[in-house]
Each structure stands twice: as C-alpha cells, then as structure tokens.
C-alpha cells in the first residue's frame, strides 16, 4: 500500500512536470527541465531528432498517416496533413473562390498568381488557427496544403488536366513558383527560405506547398491504379515531365513531394526508388516530406490494381523503404509489424518519422502566437474585399478571346440579346473542381444582365442532350420525372432567339463531366475524362440553327481545357474561352463582352481543330503532342489570344545574353500583352518544333510603347543532348522567336 501510494505521488509529479513543460513550451518560455524538442531555439531538425527518440513504434507508425492521432505523453496535438488549395481554400466552409488553375494558366501573369496564393495562403491559416482553436482538427483543416498540381497537359481529354498549368514546362514551372512561394509564406523572386531555427530570426513556413503528381502522371483517370507508363523516352521524361518537379523543388524549396498512383517501367511511383530516392533526393538534394496520393500504397497490394506486393504489412514497408514519409491512407498502421518481421528497418522509419517531425516543427506547432506570427492571423481575412477584388482581377485577366469577325466585340449595351446554353445559370460550373464555397457567385446571366436592359434568358439545350429545361443530370442529379424534360429540335429552340440582336450562347462542358475519376453516364465522357474534344452534339446543333437563322452569335465557352470547336468558328461570330472562371466569372465575362475590359488571355494549350489530331490517350510519347510536337494546323495555337487593340512588335535584338524587344500599342483601346519568347537549336532534328523559353504580361495604353528584354543565359538554351543523355547547353546557332503566341515568326537581329 505504501509503495503503490508513492508511486502514485510520482506518477501524478510526472503528469504535473509534463503538462508545466507542455505549458512553457506553448508559450516560448524557458523550463528548468525542458526537454530538447521543448527548446524553440533549437533547430527544427534538432526537435525532430529529440522528439523522435521518445516515441514507440506504434506512435511513430500513427504520425506516418495523414490522419495523426494527438500522443498527450509527449504534448503531441492531433494533425492532419491532408488539405488542398488548387484555386482557393477547398471543402472547407466559406472562402474565397479563385479561378481554377488551368484558368489562371491563361493569364501568363506569375506576379498575381503570386498574389492569388499570398491571399490563399493567409485565408487558409485563418481556417486552421480557428481549427486550433475549436480542438476540431481535420482533413482540409490542416497546414499542409496539397498544392499545386504540375503536371503536364500533355492531352485534352484528361479530366484533371484544369487543375494543372498546362501544356509547356517552362511555363507550369513558372506559374508553379509563383503557387509555392505565396503559400510558404516566401518572396515572389524564387527566394527560397530554409528554416534554420528561431535564433537566426527566421520565420515559420505559415504553410507546406506540396509539388504533385511525381511523376508522368496525366491520364486516363478509370485505369490511374492500374496503370504502367512503359518505354518512355528518356528525352521525354527530362525535358517534357520532370521540369517543374526539379525547379520547385531547387528553386521553390517545396517542402512536400506527392507520388503519383501509376506505375513508371512496372513500379508504383509512390514506390519507385528511381524518382523518390536517386532522382528527387540524390540528384535533386530534397530534404522534404514524400507524401502518397489518397490510396496508393494500397494499390501496391488490392487485386485489379498494381500487385506488386502481397499484402498491407509489404506494401507499407515497400513505400518507406523508398521515401514515402507520410501515407494518404491507413495501411500504415502495420508498420510494427513489418519492422518485426525484418521488412523495414527501424532507420528507415526513423528517417521518415525525423522528415515530419521537422516539417510540423517549421510551421510552429510547438510554439507559442509570440514566436509564430503566422497563428495571429484572424478569420476577418477570409472572403475579404480584397481578396474578392484580387478573385476578379484574375477572372479578367484570364479572358482568351479566340475569335472576333467583324468586331463584332465589344457588344452595345441598347442591343436586344437572348442568353441561351447550359452554363449561363449554373454557378457549380464555374467553381471547377477542388472548389471551396463563395460567400456569392456571379453567374454569367447575372454578369451579362448587369450591363445591359434588354436581356431575355432561354435555356435552350443541355450540355449533353436535346433537352429545354434540364442543365445535366447523371445518378447523382436524377430528374424526378420524365416530364422535367421538354425534348425540342435544335430549330425550334433557336426559333425563340428570333427577335434577338444578338445571341450570348453561354456553352462548352463543365466539372459535372469532367474531374478526377468521376462516375459520370453522358456521352463523350468516361470515368472523369473525356472520349471526345468536340463540343457536345446538342449544343453544336442548336449553334448550327441559330447561325443559319441569320443570328449573330457570340459563343462563350466554359471548359478545363481544349475544345475542337471548329464548326463553332463558322457559326459563331465570336469566341470567347471564359475556362472555370471562379466566384466573379459571370462580371469577367461580361465585362468583356461590354468593352469594360481589354481581353488579354493566352492559351496555355494547343486548340485543336478535331479528334483526329489525337494521338492514343494512353501514350505518353510526346511525338505528335501539345505546339512542340504537333506538325499538324492548330485551330487555335498555343499562346494565342486576340485583343481589342493591335500590338505592334519591333524587331529584337540579342546582345550580351540580353533579349530586347520594343512592344506598342498602335489601337485605341488599353490593354495586356503576352510577349512570349521560344527557342529551337536547328541541328536537333528530333527535338521540339520550338519551345517556350521567356514571357511577360505587360500594360500598355493606347500609343504606349515599352521596351522588354529578357536576361537568356546558357541555361536558358540547354535542351537535350542525345551523347550524354542529359539537359545541357551547347554551342551553336540557336533560332529565337519573339511574339504573341507559338506561331510567331518575329527573329531577333
């Protein structure tokens, strides 16, 4: 009795000591005792190495999953590592919602995508200090955001490519930098901050940015857990795939690295110590976090999918042993006993365990609001004017006019218009996917009403069928009854246009239909990818029908990536690609389309004119793909968009490492400009027709003119050299092309 009382004394003493240090450290406090993971003028790889040492397995294996478990023993707090910002704070309540990320592509605009993340990021600590605070931490309410997406667009019909920066790796690379710095709380420049410790006086990262899919991940979404990317060139991998991975990791300091679920030459990417281990950290130096995609390493083992393993236990040890540090799953959580059957070394765990400690450690988990500034950010910024105004600015700016016969924009607001299509009132369009949910929308019906008086609003057709009333429906969206439906021929919809000036055709596709493997029943459309690029039937018929009513018809369309619309040229007298274009979508559009803003948009993929200029959906060759392998005649290039002003180039000139170009605007409206610059070296016969290599989006007022220049070094001319196998410069002659898009023939002197 006397011994049991005294052990319980020090027990309690223990409990007391430990809740004082917890206290104290929280706080920023020196303790007596306070052990080294307590001590914040440590470093944080110093913490981890501590705190790690003090943990059994059976913690250790639950800090590896995305959802960890709070270890009071060690003042451990509950965290989640899952939580995603493509375009905004997403399933998370109320925030601001930005245009999807292949929209904000079209804007060539690095500096206020910059911008865009900044404001992102500090809504997104807003949201986890209220977490904090409410002791309600969860998955999308956490500090490690799961952007951005940079992998390649490298075909039209991948659902997901709207969430990527399309087409070109230089420029995903630059619009990835821009993402990376503004959510890790770091300067526009590509200045990268390595957190020492809190004696050098370096802040905490507010946020983790995390670099995904690694790698050659695009498509198809129904086969993505099964699937092998085979015999890919090794020119392909270096100078089209691995781009934006290297330079966000090298220049943007990206703290987290996602695997992608396919296999790359038969082993799963987020078990492939070719790009986790000799690639990414041996050749690249990262000392970041490997984090899985949500269910890949149980892909390794489930039947259907890679096989590769034989069960959770081998599976789990497989993913550690080649740099997978934190699971997007559960089957982690028999790590132990792979660790006793001699699957895994306990080293190995250590190694991933010290990787996300350190990570939470330099976000200031353990410390105390006077340490962290980033935890004083309050809710007030969340949806705030600012950031709706700046939600705007980029829904302008990423506006790509593709066609204008006759000027016929921008439109008289004393016209009598009919709106008609299936995406003038439907507010989900335009928040793509991976969206959070605007305090309000502006759809574009409400846009367009805004600017002018005599505006009639018929819905006309469906996305996908022949239908008056219905927007879309698959087996999530269920008509109550079949006479929701009032079937009409495309002549007489259009027969309600008659009186019309002008018709506004709000049209294209939308989330519903497109996204990551979805389970979507409309033709053209499988598994969250698309079978077609061609704009549905319905809508074509209806377009068809007006134009041939003698109708002036200006087609807005909404989609994540590449449309043929080929006829759609022929039948309507403008285009304008409007994308996923977030809460303030409908006032971008109209706004344009009433003259009150210059498009300035440039496409960030190659419009093509058919399906027939499609290679196989599952090749991941590049021969034949995107402007630097298509020899065919694009409907719309790469980099192409049309202006209510004209642009006039002077002939560049190439001194001293210095491209220089004088740019005016010879029209009479303001307005943005895209000078774009490409390279080709003309020995290199089985390489890229050209590539992108500099841009700039630049302002200039009616008869304004600037000067642009472009620093090009070396580096800028390295492309790949068959000899060495590897991306390097050499000597020669180079060809440089300067312009408004990828067709441009303007040389320097």
Request: glycine letters at 8%; hydrophobic letters at 35%.
């Amino acid at each position: 009795m006397y011994l049991q009382l005294i052990s319980n004394i020090i027990e309690t003493n223990m409990k007391l000591k430990q809740i004082i240090l917890s206290f104290f450290a929280a706080i920023g406090l020196p303790a007596q005792a306070q052990l080294p993971y307590q001590d914040a003028t440590l470093s944080a790889h110093q913490r981890a190495v501590d705190l790690c040492s003090r943990l059994t397995m059976e913690e250790k294996a639950s800090l590896m999953m995305n959802s960890s478990p709070a270890i009071p023993r060690l003042g451990i707090p509950k965290f989640d590592w899952w939580s995603e910002a493509l375009h905004g704070i997403a399933r998370n309540g109320k925030a601001t919602v930005f245009p999807q990320a292949m929209s904000m592509a079209a804007s060539w605009d690095d500096a206020l995508l910059y911008r865009v993340f900044d404001a992102v990021k500090d809504e997104a600590v807003a949201k986890s200090n209220l977490a904090e605070k409410e002791n309600n931490i969860a998955r999308y309410r956490c500090r490690s955001v799961w952007t951005p997406n940079i992998n390649i667009f490298r075909d039209p019909r991948w659902g997901r490519g709207q969430e990527t920066y399309g087409e070109d790796p230089y420029l995903t690379s630059r619009m990835g930098l821009a993402v990376v710095n503004g959510l890790q709380g770091q300067g526009f420049q590509f200045e990268p901050k390595t957190y020492t410790d809190r004696a050098s006086g370096k802040d905490y990262y507010p946020l983790l940015a995390c670099a995904k899919h690694f790698a050659v991940h695009s498509g198809p979404e129904w086969n993505r857990h099964s699937f092998n990317v085979e015999d890919l060139p090794a020119r392909d991998l270096w100078e089209t795939y691995m781009p934006a991975f290297k330079a966000l990791v090298q220049e943007g300091n990206v703290r987290e690295v996602m695997c992608a679920y396919q296999r790359l030459d038969g082993e799963p990417c987020c078990g492939n110590n070719r790009l986790l281990q000799q690639i990414l950290r041996n050749e690249w130096g990262y000392n970041g976090l490997g984090v899985s995609d949500w269910g890949a390493i149980s892909d390794f083992w489930e039947k259907g999918h890679h096989e590769v393993d034989a069960d959770q236990q081998s599976s789990s040890a497989h993913a550690v042993r080649t740099g997978t540090d934190v699971e997007c799953g559960s089957d982690y959580k028999s790590l132990p006993e792979a660790v006793n059957a001699g699957q895994v070394s306990m080293e190995k765990v250590d190694t991933s365990v010290v990787r996300l400690l350190e990570a939470r450690f330099t976000l200031g988990e353990f410390d105390g609001p006077d340490l962290v500034s980033w935890k004083r950010i309050g809710p007030e910024v969340i949806g705030s004017s600012a950031h709706r105004q700046l939600a705007l600015d980029m829904a302008r700016e990423t506006m790509t006019l593709l066609q204008n016969r006759k000027n016929i924009l921008p439109l008289r607001r004393d016209l009598k218009i009919v709106v008609m299509g299936p995406n003038a009132v439907d507010s989900v369009a335009l928040l793509a996917n991976y969206n959070g949910f605007p305090f309000s929308t502006v759809t574009l019906l409400q846009g367009i009403q805004s600017k002018a008086k005599n505006v009639t609003y018929i819905p006309g057709v469906g996305y996908t069928r022949n239908v008056d009333s219905e927007l879309f429906h698959n087996e999530f969206n269920k008509p109550k009854n079949k006479t929701d439906f009032s079937p009409a021929t495309p002549e007489q919809m259009a027969a309600k246009a008659k009186d019309a000036d002008v018709v506004i055709f709000c049209g294209g596709i939308s989330p519903k239909l497109e996204g990551e493997e979805m389970k979507v029943d409309a033709p053209g459309f499988k598994g969250g990818d698309r079978t077609t690029i061609e704009l549905p039937q319905s809508q074509r018929d209806v377009v068809k029908a007006l134009h041939k009513m003698g109708k002036r018809v200006v087609f807005v369309n909404l989609s994540g990536g590449a449309m043929a619309l080929a006829p759609e040229t022929h039948n309507a007298e403008a285009i304008l690609q409007a994308w996923y274009g977030g809460e303030s979508a409908g006032q971008a559009v109209a706004d344009v389309l009433f003259g009150d803003y210059n498009p300035g948009g440039k496409l960030p993929v190659t419009f093509y004119a058919s399906d027939k200029d499609l290679p196989d959906f599952e090749d991941y060759h590049m021969t034949g793909r995107t402007y630097r392998y298509f020899k065919g005649k694009p409907l719309f290039p790469f980099g192409y968009g049309l202006s209510y002003t004209t642009f006039k180039y002077d002939t560049p000139t190439y001194q001293n490492g210095e491209l220089k170009v004088r740019v005016s605007n010879n029209g009479k409206y303001d307005g943005d400009e895209v000078v774009q610059v490409y390279i080709k070296d003309p020995r290199d016969v089985k390489g890229p027709l050209k590539t992108l290599r500099a841009f700039r989006r630049i302002h200039l007022k009616s008869g304004e003119s600037q000067e642009v220049s472009f620093p090009m070094t070396q580096k800028d001319f390295a492309l790949w050299d068959y000899t060495t196998n590897t991306m390097r410069y050499q000597p020669g002659k180079y060809q440089v092309w300067v312009g408004d898009e990828s067709l441009s023939n303007v040389t320097p002197e």
